[in-house]
């Protein structure tokens, strides 16, 4: 199970607790979707990536930098979409580990 299966995991369990209940094999349900999300963002990075080109006069941090900020673009719309989704209604802010 990858960073974002277990992302997955606890906000579901924590603000999807309805749907979370529906699932019959959380492990592998949560292991697959990780491994969808770390290949959609893997393939958004490389979308933007090749929009963004390489800038004229760029420098190796600057490159740096421009790269990791696209990288962050990515996995923020693709954890938007398949992962931080909205709460149930009725989901409570108090973490059910605590």
């Known amino acids: 199970m990858n ?17 979370y209940g529906e699932i019959t094999d959380p492990d592998s349900y949560f292991t697959d ?6 290949q ?3 393939d958004l ?3 933007l990536r090749a929009r963004s080109g390489n800038p004229a006069g760029e420098d190796y ?4 930098g421009r ?12 954890l938007a979409e398949l992962v931080l989704l ?3 209604p009725g ?5 059910p580990d605590a």
Do not use: F, T
């Open 61 to 64: 941090i600057a490159r740096v």
């Open 3 to 19: 960073e974002y299966a277990a992302m997955a995991r606890d906000h579901c369990r924590r603000w999807r607790p309805a749907s």
């Open 86 to 88: 909205s709460p149930e």
């Open 67 to 78: 790269l990791n900020a696209l990288r962050k673009q990515a996995e923020e719309i693709v």
């Open 45 to 47: 990075w490389a979308e």
């Open 33 to 38: 979707l990780g491994d969808r999300v770390a």
């Open 91 to 95: 989901a409570s802010d108090d973490d």
């Open 40 to 42: 959609e963002i893997s």
